[in-house]
């Protein structure tokens, strides 16, 4: 990616908080500025992984997930022997390798995404019309 698809990504929010504060004056209370605002967060924050698939041809999770996967199967760490300790501990005995384990995790991590993106939207959206 490069900086400029990043810098719209960080600037679309502001844009679009901005105009919607011009627009709609004071017709709007506090609370349905928050709400729009955080909207447009989420609106860009989709934009821009759909502009990251255009571009990549797989998604900012899929990379994410092989990369997890990666990590915890080749990585520094030897999970085998974490997870036959974990075995010996009575945890995790469904699993008997690390790539099922890891493939676990990522289910997991995948059902927690939406609403991770949906609560940043809502933080970041009310802190930038704040800050605005």
Do not use: C
Not at 60 to 81: E, Y
Request: net charge neutral; hydrophobic share 55%; charged share 10%.
């Amino acid at each position: 990616m490069n900086f400029l698809l990043t810098s719209i990504f960080f600037l679309l929010p502001i844009v679009l908080i901005a105009g919607l504060i011009k627009k709609l004056g004071k017709s709007v209370n506090f609370y349905e500025y928050i709400l729009l605002s955080s909207g447009s967060v989420l609106v860009s924050i989709l934009l821009y992984l759909t502009v990251f698939s255009w571009i990549n041809g797989f998604t900012a999770f899929d990379a994410m997930w092989t990369s997890f996967l990666r990590v915890f199967t080749n990585g520094a760490v030897d999970t085998d022997q974490l997870l036959s300790l974990y075995h010996q501990w009575g945890i995790f005995e469904n699993f008997t390798t690390a790539r099922q384990l890891g493939d676990y995790l990522v289910s997991q991590m995948k059902m927690v995404v939406p609403a991770a993106v949906i609560l940043f939207s809502l933080t970041h959206g009310t802190a930038l019309f704040l800050i605005i």
